[in-house]
């Protein structure tokens, strides 16, 4: 069912990332077959405006949605393993230009896409050849206030360019967005004790979805919520232990995050660290609060309130915990300890029900991808580890969404405005490290008749 948006996320853009080299190989194989996703991209004009040259348009979209590098497909390849790949709808993935009957003067985003899908739907293209719809038309009149759009939980993503240019960063955002997740924000905390911890208008800039550009890997509750990261790679913690991690995108295997219950929300501690085309700008060892199992609207918690983590002169991972940083919780009785980190490891020590944590003993098999489980310093079994397995719905409510999302899901929106930089290398406009996300309602209307599901937003 095709329905206006319940609200706009809009993220001002005020700087550059570099595009991203080869994908790394798979660190984790994908236990099942990598679910395709068929994705459908359509070249549109407007009355009052059209590609200057939609040859060359056509060969650039080819080459961001589904190039063996530097695309929209290599990056989630590499950033859930291969677990989910995108394929090209059709011959090619790219159909048109389709000439639309309406100006695009005003950027109306409702009516671009109504009659797209109605376009698609004359050429006998219907919802069951594709999982996303990415509907591409020329910005000269349009004067988009965004700088891409896309539809939470569902499958439709809108781009305006200008000029022979695409937003890399942008594209991955809003991807993500059809994938579930939202804007991706920080806390900042007084200190380390979890119940001074407060919302702010500021990016966590750990995550695409974060202002972090798409050099930057997804958050782990991310992964968690798509269920990328499972298994003996996210353990949920039922008990006092204590626990080495690795690198979230590192090579090998062992245990990338830790999921610990925190009264009815959970807290997820994490490693970060340069990996392949991914992080190479995050380190150390980061936590985020997931609110009553919304894993797709976790948040960054920040206990350096004073620190400036801005891409202009700042220190972006100042927010990192260094060994000896404790996290609290009095009223839950939980206690988070980095006891030790760097050189591609961490141990973390988690207190929960005021139970002390057991000291850590040598992992073995690190690195090589085999051997004993580095996760633990006592083995998963006494520690109370509960690890996530492939296709099993957790308990504490992390849900996996598909392309297209039910009735009511957001829209939310990419945007870019005076500051808004273009990249001299590759030629994408991409996001800051700084953006700010704003909110705006709009009221819905009525949905049109027309078959449900095609386009849920």
Aim: charged share 25%; net charge negative.
């Amino acid at each position: 069912m095709r329905l206006s948006p319940r609200a706009l996320l809009i993220s001002a853009a005020c700087g550059s990332v570099a595009l991203a080299a080869s994908a790394q190989s798979a660190a984790f194989a994908a236990e099942e077959s990598p679910a395709e996703r068929r994705v459908q991209v359509v070249m549109v004009n407007f009355t009052d405006s059209s590609f200057p040259d939609a040859t060359a348009t056509e060969k650039l979209l080819k080459k961001a949605y589904f190039g063996e590098s530097g695309s929209l497909t290599s990056y989630y390849n590499e950033v859930t393993r291969k677990a989910t790949t995108f394929k090209p709808a059709g011959d090619d993935g790219v159909l048109g230009p389709i000439d639309l009957p309406m100006t695009g003067a005003g950027c109306d985003s409702d009516k671009i896409s109504d009659l797209t899908y109605k376009a698609l739907e004359e050429k006998g293209i219907t919802e069951d050849d594709y999982e996303h719809v990415s509907v591409v038309f020329p910005n000269q009149k349009t004067d988009c206030d965004y700088l891409a759009l896309g539809s939470v939980g569902g499958g439709t993503t809108w781009m305006p360019i200008d000029g022979e240019e695409i937003s890399m960063t942008a594209l991955v955002h809003e991807f993500g967005h059809n994938f579930g997740y939202d804007h991706h924000m920080r806390l900042r905390c007084d200190g380390t004790d979890l119940a001074s911890c407060k919302d702010s208008d500021e990016t966590s800039h750990k995550t695409p979805m974060g202002g972090g550009g798409w050099e930057a890997g997804l958050t782990s509750p991310e992964l968690i919520h798509s269920k990328w990261l499972s298994g003996k790679g996210a353990v949920k913690v039922a008990k006092s232990g204590t626990y080495t991690l690795r690198p979230l995108y590192g090579a090998g295997s062992g245990v990338r995050a830790l999921d610990i219950p925190v009264g009815d929300d959970r807290l997820v501690v994490e490693l970060r660290g340069a990996s392949g085309t991914l992080d190479k700008g995050i380190e150390g060892v980061h936590a985020y609060r997931v609110q009553k199992g919304d894993y797709a609207a976790s948040a960054l918690v920040d206990t350096t309130p004073d620190a400036d983590h801005s891409s202009d002169g700042g220190a972006p991972d100042a927010d990192a915990l260094a060994a000896g940083r404790t996290l609290t919780d009095k009223a839950d009785k939980v206690q988070v300890k980095v006891v030790k980190s760097g050189s591609g490891a961490a141990t973390v020590a988690v207190s929960l029900n005021g139970e002390p944590a057991p000291a850590a003993t040598p992992a073995t098999g690190w690195g090589s991808g085999s051997g004993a489980d580095a996760g633990s310093a006592a083995g998963a079994d006494e520690q109370g580890v509960v690890p996530q397995t492939e296709g099993e719905e957790p308990a504490d409510g992390t849900r996996a969404e598909g392309a297209k999302g039910a009735e009511g899901t957001e829209l939310a929106e990419t945007g870019g405005d005076s500051t808004t930089l273009p990249v001299a290398a590759g030629g994408a406009a991409l996001l800051a490290l700084g953006a700010a996300f704003l909110l705006r309602s709009r009221r819905r209307r009525p949905a049109p008749a027309s078959p449900a599901g095609r386009h849920s937003r």
